[in-house]
C-alpha cells in the first residue's frame, strides 16, 4: 500500500489554471484525424443545445457570477462566444471564397466591456443557434480539400486550416461550456 502511495502522488494542479481552462489549453492536432474531426463538426453541430441545457434555469445571480476571480460573468462568457462564433462562421467562410485571406483580429476584453454583453443572454442564445445552424451545414458540405483552405492571423502569423479552425472552436465550444457550468455551482 506505500509502495502504490508513492507512485501515485497525488498531482498538485494549480487550482486558478483549471478555473481558466477546465478542459485544458488547447493543442493544434499534429496529424489529421478524420474520427476527431467527426467529433469536432458534432461538437460545433450541437454546441448550442448543451449550452441551452446548461443555462436553462440559471438565475440572473448565476449569469452574473464570475467563474473564476478577475474572470468574466457566465453572462459575459454566453456574449463572448456569440461574437467569437460569428467571428468563426466569417472566417470559414473567407477561407472558402477567397485565397488564404488575413483575417481581422478583436480585442475579446473590450468587447465584454460593450453595453450589449448585460444583454438578457436570450440575444446571444438566438445567434448562436442560428450561426451555429448556417456554420454546421457548410461544414456537412465541405469536400476535403476544402479543410485545407484557411487563413492568416495578423497577430500570431499563423496559417490556420480550416481543419485547425474547426478543432480550435470546437475546443472553445466544450472550454466555455465548463465556464459557465462552473457559475451555476
Partial sequence: ????????????????????????RFSFPETLDADQWKVWKETIS????????????????????????????ARQVIHHIADSHSHA????????????????PYLEAKYAMLPDYSLPID????????????WSHIMQHMIDT???????????????SLYDAAALYSWHCRHHLEHVKLCKI
Wanted: proline content about 5%; cysteine-free.
Fill in 1 to 24: 500500500m506505500n509502495f502504490i502511495r508513492t507512485i501515485l502522488k497525488p498531482i498538485k494542479i494549480n487550482a486558478m489554471e483549471h478555473l481558466k481552462y477546465p478542459i485544458g
Fill in 46 to 73: 450541437t454546441f448550442h443545445d448543451h449550452l441551452e441545457d446548461v443555462v436553462s434555469g440559471m438565475t440572473q445571480e448565476q449569469l452574473d457570477t464570475t467563474y473564476r476571480p478577475e474572470g468574466w460573468t
Fill in 89 to 104: 462562421l466569417i472566417r470559414f467562410k473567407w477561407a472558402l471564397t477567397e485565397d488564404k485571406p488575413m483575417i481581422k
Fill in 123 to 134: 440575444a446571444a442564445m438566438w445567434m448562436l443557434k442560428g450561426l451555429h445552424v448556417k
Fill in 146 to 160: 476544402d479543410w485545407e483552405k484557411g487563413y492568416f492571423h495578423p497577430e500570431t502569423g499563423k496559417f490556420f
